[in-house]
């Protein structure tokens, strides 16, 4: 909601300053879709040499970011903590019946409660692996903490690829105006015989090569690229909340205090109440008994 209010802020705001200030958007208009295809098709084109397939599709996909925004909401992460806590329980009272639960979660009646949570295969493996792990006797804390940062690291990189992306068509965008202006202009000078009237239209259209390259690196691109980033990091947190748990699990603390380790390193925004998450674990202990 916010990406589009700000879209239509964004061209009011151009565009209507420059109305109010006495231009014409004739010549704008009428220069617009060549200059259009210098620069959006240079621009795409690069996009398409610098990454590979799936990084095309990666990033096509996560521009929706901007106006969906973060995909894991506060009712996941409670949801999220809920879930921790009924599995951390069974592997402490019965760690047998842990492993239908890890081993096929897809069909496991307790993911089932949670679909959002069981549809995400990355959210999903993190907690299987943990706990597999865990059933092996890999329990150093300290080891397992080690080896979850460096997987939550890998993964929001590799996230990160379609900011990147979009910031590095950004940062070439201006330049690529200056390409199109440097055409008009060479196009204008083929035409130094016409009258002062055409001189200036032809000028004034070669410019506006120079202003779309700048307005879409700045106005559109670029805050795209950051918007995207902000949502990969806020859904980091999701992850990283998993781990929180899962360790405080590791040095053996009581089920509560290991979710309300995970409570208290919930950023603020997402983070349940304690009251809220209270009720919703007696709920869950309610369930399984």
Same mark, same amino acid.
């Given at each position: ?40 098709? #240079?621009?795409?084109? #690069? ?55 890890? !081993? ?92 002062? !009237? ?18 879409? #690196? ?14 990969? !990091? ?43 998450? !209270? ?11």
């Amino acid at each position: 909601m916010f990406g589009l209010i700000g879209i239509v802020v964004i061209f009011v705001m151009v565009f209507g300053g420059y109305l109010l200030a006495g231009g014409k958007l004739g010549i704008i208009l009428k220069s617009l879709p060549f200059e259009m295809m210098m620069i959006g098709g #240079a621009a795409i084109g #690069a996009f398409l040499i610098s990454n590979d397939m799936s990084a095309v599709k990666q990033t096509a996909k996560d521009i929706g970011k901007v106006f969906k925004g973060p995909k894991w909401k506060p009712d996941d992460y409670r949801d999220l903590l809920c879930l921790l806590f009924s599995l951390i329980r069974i592997a402490r009272q019965n760690p047998v019946s842990l492993e239908a639960h890890i !081993e096929d979660p897809e069909n496991s009646d307790l993911f089932g409660k949670y679909p959002k949570i069981r549809d995400d295969h990355e959210a999903v493996d993190l907690i299987a692996d943990t706990l597999r792990s865990a059933s092996m006797n890999y329990d150093d804390p300290h080891q397992v903490e080690e080896v979850l940062e460096k997987r939550i690291e890998a993964n929001q990189h590799h996230a990160l690829h379609s900011s990147h992306a979009l910031q590095n068509v950004a940062d070439g965008l201006p330049a690529l105006g200056i390409v199109a202006a440097v055409l008009g202009v060479i196009k204008t000078m083929a035409s130094i015989d016409q009258p002062p !009237e055409i001189l200036g239209k032809m000028i004034g259209g070669a410019l506006v090569g120079t202003f779309l390259g700048v307005f879409l #690196a700045y106005g559109l691109v670029g805050p795209f690229a950051a918007k995207v980033k902000t949502v990969v !990091e806020e859904d980091g947190h999701f992850y990283q909340l998993i781990r929180e748990v899962l360790v405080a699990n590791l040095h053996n603390h009581a089920p509560p205090i290991c979710i309300e380790v995970g409570r208290q390193n919930t950023p603020h925004h997402f983070r349940p109440g304690f009251s809220e998450l !209270e009720e919703a674990l007696k709920a869950v202990k309610q369930d399984a008994a």
